[in-house]
């Protein structure tokens, strides 16, 4: 076969590709999925109707998308605040946005656990004013995964905020139009898909957290119970099976939430001339 | 007078981007602010818009006092060096923008905004492009749909910064052409804003030159080429050969016979097609030799090189149509004599 394209290496670039990806994702992945295979379906599905189980999931998939959707909107303003205001300590406060990728996760948890615990510094002021209790219930958890989920809004928006070239929003003034319809107009549609991808990033990263929420979330089962607990309570009673399903389904369902997220980033591109 | 500006300073820090300046545009003129770059043309055009503030100074279109008024409230159509259109918008969208964004009571209605963006497009001859999207367009066309964008509007003044500036030769060509016929038709009062002596003398009605924040003149493109007001315009449009008496050119000139009694300056500005050229004569000190020549279309440029000259190796540079030069049958090395038509003095 002629040789036609015109960048060197795509042998080697996607022979390493695939080694690595085989290696990293694609053979532990059916790993999980043949030892999910010991069980038959009847088994499978007694796991997964199983009460708790169910509640598990739906706390982990609805603190996720909830945590995502807060970490978008303030991961917005954020990166909104750094990219087009200066103030004194910008560059350390840009800093600080990285911290939760860095910190250990459990430390996150019980720092958060320990500030929005009933009797902590921000939990009891919360409880005294407005009767809310964060700390180990479910809103804990939503809270923990903000933690976490907003970096990846805030990276991922201040890219293309600054790329936005200005001279867009004074065309818009020129054209009589306020300052909310040019935000509204010209620079929401710009930001919008990197913002959903922000919030993709956040909701995935968001069902897959174990140590942050582990501390702050009080883990009753059928209320604050997530999903990667489960899996390693069920880990820890030597059910390898069990947990490797409730692995597996998660797998699955999570894949089918990115790729509606992907799909609705698309329509989104699409629409906006961006494809 | 359709634009006024009065006594406008702006400051950048510790620069002086624009020094006490005052302009009146009458209605219906189409003006070139020329200058090079760094001289406070765009930013006197952005003051102009609103886009910016001055730090003292008043501006008023068609009469009104503006100064304090936002950009959006000043009834001004601006077009962006870079075009600046709305990426995620179809061309159609992109133009129906301003009509769409005014307030309820003022809006026209859906099927008015569709004649009139379609009749905006065709104006621009690009209305088969209308369900385009930006990137998908050449320089030249985003740059007519800018322009198709601001004048949806209907504004009182247009304004361009730089409008030709990012587009290639043959396209800036044909785009200052078809503006030039756009503004007879529409008899808007228009500034654009160059820093290309050529694009402003051709488009142009009128010409500012600005230097360092300052304005050096103002009036017709025959105005600033014949009359120059200073040394720094005579230098700025179109080419010219100096020549400082006070330095070593004197002698020279003298020896070239070019020193007339009726001198006003110290300074001559001569223009390349003022210098004409002859084949010198065996009896004659012949001051200058042809170095070399180029062709521009219908005129030769012609580099000569001062003879015992001292000092100053500036090379002299004279233009003449084509046909007179091939009969004079020159050739590299050799002696010319040359006279100077007209120059403008300064001191």
Redesign the interface.
């Known amino acids: 076969m002629p040789q036609s394209n015109i960048m060197p290496g795509f042998r080697p670039a996607i022979g390493l590709t695939l080694v690595y990806l085989a290696f990293i994702v694609l053979i532990p992945l059916s790993a999980m999925l043949l030892k999910s295979m010991q069980l038959n379906l009847d088994e499978y599905w007694a796991i997964l109707t199983n009460h708790r189980v169910q509640a598990s999931f739906r706390v982990s998939f609805v603190s996720a998308l909830i945590a995502a959707a807060v970490a978008a909107l303030f991961g917005f303003i954020i990166a909104w605040s750094l990219v087009r205001y200066t103030f004194p300590g910008k560059r350390l406060f840009d800093a600080l946005i990285d911290l939760p990728f860095a910190l250990p996760t459990a430390v996150a948890g019980i720092v958060l656990a320990t500030i929005y615990e009933p009797q902590g510094w921000i939990g009891k002021l919360l409880i005294d004013n407005f009767g809310i209790q964060v700390a180990y219930k479910p809103l804990g958890i939503v809270v923990a995964l903000i933690f976490i989920g907003l970096p990846f809004v805030v990276r991922t928006i201040e890219p293309v905020l600054q790329e936005l ?1 200005t ?2 929003e ?9 300052r909310l ?1 040019a935000f509204i ?2 620079i929401l ?2 930001i919008l898909p990197a913002t959903i991808t922000g919030f993709a990033l956040a909701f995935a990263r968001g069902v897959g957290e174990y140590g942050s929420v582990i501390f702050i979330a009080g883990n009753m089962p059928y209320i604050s119970e997530i999903v990667p607990l489960l899996i390693i309570t069920k880990l820890e009673q030597y059910e390898y099976a069990g947990a490797t399903a409730i692995g597996m389904t998660m797998l699955i369902l999570s894949f089918l939430l990115l790729l509606l997220i992907n799909g609705l980033q698309w329509w989104v591109r699409h629409r ?3 494809l | 007078m359709s634009i006024t500006v009065s006594h406008i300073n702006k400051h950048f820090g510790a620069f002086t981007a624009l020094d006490n300046i005052s302009l009146e545009i009458p209605e219906g003129e189409l003006v070139a602010l020329l200058g090079p770059s760094g001289c406070g043309k765009t930013t006197l055009l952005r003051i102009i818009a609103g886009l910016e503030q001055a730090d003292d100074g008043d501006v008023f279109l068609k009469g009104d006092k503006v100064t304090d008024q936002p950009v959006k409230n000043r009834h001004i159509g601006f077009v962006f060096q870079h075009y600046a259109l709305f990426r995620h918008m179809t061309v159609f969208d992109n133009v129906a923008f301003g009509l769409r964004v005014k307030p309820r009571k003022e809006r026209p209605s859906e099927a008015e905004i569709v004649k009139k963006v379609h009749a905006l497009l065709e104006l621009v001859q690009l209305d088969w492009l209308h369900d385009r999207f930006p990137d998908q367009l050449s320089g030249g066309q985003r740059q007519r749909i800018a322009l198709a964008r601001a004048l949806a509007v209907e504004p009182s003044v247009l304004l361009l910064d730089e409008p030709f500036g990012a587009l290639d030769a043959s396209v800036r060509k044909d785009l200052r052409h078809w503006i030039r016929n756009l503004h007879h038709e529409l008899n808007v009062t228009s500034i654009f804003v160059t820093h290309d002596q050529e694009e402003a003398m051709e488009v142009a009605s009128q010409v500012v030159v600005l230097n360092h924040g300052r304005i050096e003149q103002q009036g017709s493109p025959s105005d600033i080429y014949d009359h120059p007001a200073n040394a720094f315009v005579s230098r700025f449009i179109g080419q010219t050969n100096i020549f400082d008496l006070d330095e070593h050119d004197t002698d020279w000139l003298q020896t070239a016979g070019l020193l007339t009694p009726n001198q006003e300056g110290k300074i001559a500005h001569v223009r390349p097609h003022d210098i004409v050229i002859e084949k010198a004569k065996p009896e004659n000190n012949s001051p200058a030799t042809l170095k070399d020549w180029q062709h521009l279309g219908g005129l030769i440029r012609l580099e000569l090189v001062k003879n015992d000259a001292n000092g100053s190796a500036a090379p002299v540079i004279a233009e003449m149509p084509n046909d007179q030069f091939n009969q004079l049958k020159l050739n590299r090395g050799d002696k010319v004599d040359l006279r100077i038509r007209q120059a403008h003095w300064f001191h």
Do not use: F, R, W, Y
Not at chain 1, 170 to 178: C, D
């Open positions: 070239d001279a867009i004074e065309a818009a003034a020129s054209l009589g139009a306020t319809q107009k010209v549609p710009n906006t001339g961006q």
